[in-house]
C-alpha cells in the first residue's frame, strides 16, 4: 500500500533550527512535495524534490533520499508566523499526490 | 504565482438543502482540479478529481450522487453538496494544476470554503 509517514507533532524555540522528517511508499515516485498548512486556511506549496539531494529557498530548505524513501523539511532561524502544520506529499506512478497526516509545528518565545 | 479562487469562502445552511462551491484558477488554465475535505486536526482527504469536459473520478467511500462535481470550462469546477447534512460539516478545499507553466505540475489551492450544516 501507500503511505506517508510524518511525526504529529513537534515543538522548538524562536531562533533555533527544526528538521521535519518524513517517509514515504508509493507505487512509482514521481517526486515528493512540502507544504505549509496554517490553522483554517489552504495549504501553500513550500517545495519539491525529485532528485536526491539539498534543495534550499531562503530560510527552507527540502532533502530527499530517494533510496531510502525518506525526506525532511529544515527550517531555519524559526519565526513565530512559521507555527503552522506541514504536510508532506509523495507523488506516485499515477501522479497523484498521496498526503501524510500533516506534522503540527509550535514555535515557543 | 498561480491563483485559485473559491467561492463562498464560508456558508451555513439548513439540513437536506444543497450547497455549491465553485473553485476557479485565475490567471492559468487547469485541466485537472482536486477536491479535498478537511475535518479539524485532521490531514486532507481527496475526494475526487476533475477533468475538464470529462467526468469526475471519485476517491473510494466518496458517493458522486451525493458531492456533484462539474468541470464545465479549463478555469472553473463545481461541487454540489446534495441533500447536506451535520456530518457534511467540514472545510471543503480544491487545488488546481497549472501543467502549462514551467513547474512540475505543483497544486495550487484554493482558500477554502467552511461549510457548516445545521
Partial sequence: GQNIDQPTEMTATEGAIVQINCTYQTSGFNGLFWYQQHAGEAPTFLSYNVLDGLEEKGRFSSFLSRSKGYSYLLLKELQMKDSASYLCAGKDSNYQLIWGAGTKLIIKP | GAVVSQHPSWVICKSGTSVKIECRSLDFQATTMFWYRQFPKQSLMLMATSNEGSKATYEQGVEKDKFLINHASLTLSTLTVTSAHPEDSSFYICSARDLGS?????????????????
Fill in chain 2, 102 to 118: 514551467a513547474g512540475f505540475g505543483e497544486q495550487f489551492f484554493g482558500p477554502g470554503t467552511r461549510l457548516t450544516v445545521l
